[in-house]
């Protein structure tokens, strides 16, 4: 049974500095791209990166282009989102997921999604 943990998220302020992770466990991690998705209140679950198995390709949402990064360590079985310069509109709860076909940027293309953590931006 694959589970996905994610954690790393906080409070923190406009223009800082956050390091999410995901573990993966349950299946091999290095057969699956993996996806950071997103969610505000209120709000659809927007794309926000992903990552090949191999750790590449990557894919941004053009509002985090040059301010975030995905990483893998299929060692670890382990996704990390780096997010730099963060903004309130980043507020949201971070979740991550196994692509299992389709396209990288809709949320039906995953499966297994971890349980999601929370970052939060203050103006």
């Known amino acids: 049974q694959v589970q996905l943990v994610a954690s790393g998220g906080g409070l923190v302020q406009t223009g800082g500095s956050l390091r999410l992770s995901c573990l993966f466990s349950?299946?091999?991690?290095?057969?699956?791209?993996m996806g950071w998705f997103r969610q505000a209140p209120g709000k659809e679950r927007d794309f926000v990166a992903a990552i090949g198995q191999g750790g590449e390709p990557t894919h941004y949402a053009d509002s985090v282009k040059g301010r975030f990064t995905i990483s893998r360590d299929n060692a670890k079985n382990t996704v990390f989102l780096q997010m730099n310069s963060l903004k309130p509109e980043d507020t949201a709860v971070y979740s991550c997921a196994a692509h299992i076909g389709g396209t990288y940027y809709n949320y039906q293309s995953y499966a297994y999604w971890g349980q999601g953590t929370q970052v939060t931006v203050s103006s």
């Open positions: 349950g299946r091999s991690f290095s057969m699956y791209a």
